[in-house]
């Protein structure tokens, strides 16, 4: 059983990058840092297959990859999907992109997190059934953004679809706010994989207020020490269930992703891939501005 550590993107964690390093380069240095790391930019736009060749190029061949779905492929980008507007064109493109991935086992899953408007009804549950089939034997995480899906009842059915259809659980870490979030369910659905995202729990910046800085703010969080031991009984139950933990700190807004992920593997009793102690790994004037 293992367990991987790492953040979402690696563009802007300033704090694990000496000021000499470019921006081209910070792939190289942050696999020094994190044995894995989240895609975001494949939410935007379906990235090139060569392009994936460069980034596994960059990084040693243990080093694994977590890539979001395209918004066209969960709904989040409404209206025209672009791809030439035709929902097969839109999936052979982002399947073609795996390839170089798929065929060097870097890929470690195919992150699909739907938007608070996808909630716990019939026509959703057809449309997830549709997208895993389309998605074939590919590994794919299932994050929620509507608390409809893990509401009384239907948290166990929840449950039991993800593992009929094949779907890895993505257990959340993030506020409470509303139906627009979900509570943290320490349940895997596949032995192989389990993911783990901590998104933050700033409870009054979590939901879209309509303010041009919301996104700013929405993972403006720093989790104290004590927050973090108290994941450590979590994290044994997921490890009991599943082979592989994989582990995303999300809580970016503030920069405080990159040492809160370090405090962990600290507390977890692991060394950065390249055998360094995570915090004296950090450049020692990045570590100061982190801890104020």
Not at 57 to 62: H, K, N, R, S
Not at 170 to 185: H, I, K, L, M
Not at 197 to 223: A, C, I, P
Request: proline share 5%; hydrophobic share 35%; aromatic share 10%.
């Amino acid at each position: 059983m293992s367990v991987a550590i790492g953040l979402g993107g690696w563009g802007d964690h300033d704090s694990i990058y000496p000021k000499s390093v470019k921006s081209n380069e910070r792939l190289a240095h942050y696999s020094k840092h994190f044995p894995i790391v989240e895609i975001d930019s494949t939410f935007y736009a379906i990235q090139s297959p060569e392009r994936m060749k460069k980034w596994m190029d960059e990084t040693p061949p243990q080093f694994k990859f977590i890539v979001k779905a395209y918004q066209g492929m969960t709904g989040h980008q409404r209206g025209s999907i672009g791809i030439g507007n035709k929902r097969e064109e839109m999936y052979a493109a982002f399947l073609a992109m795996l390839e170089p991935l798929i065929e060097s086992d870097r890929l470690a899953a195919v992150l699909f997190q739907y938007p608070p408007w996808f909630d716990c009804m019939t026509k959703h549950v057809m449309v997830l059934r549709a997208t895993k089939q389309r998605m074939g034997s590919i590994p794919c995480a299932l994050e929620f953004r509507h608390q409809s899906w893990w509401a009384d009842e239907m948290r166990e059915k929840t449950l039991q679809f993800m593992r009929n259809e094949g779907w890895i659980h993505c257990v959340c870490d993030e506020p409470q706010a509303g139906e627009g979030s979900v509570p943290t369910v320490v349940e895997a659905t596949d032995s192989e994989l389990t993911l783990v995202r901590f998104h933050g729990r700033n409870e009054s910046g979590w939901n879209d207020t309509g303010d041009d800085k919301w996104r700013e703010v929405r993972y403006l969080y720093h989790y104290s020490e004590e927050e973090l031991k108290e994941w450590l009984p979590n994290l044994y139950k997921l490890q009991e269930q599943s082979k592989h933990v994989h582990i995303i700190f999300n809580n970016n807004s503030g920069g405080h992703a990159a040492l809160n992920a370090k405090q962990f593997m600290v507390m977890l009793g692991q060394l950065t891939p390249d055998g360094r102690d995570p915090i004296e790994a950090m450049p020692k004037q990045a570590e100061q501005l982190e801890l104020f």
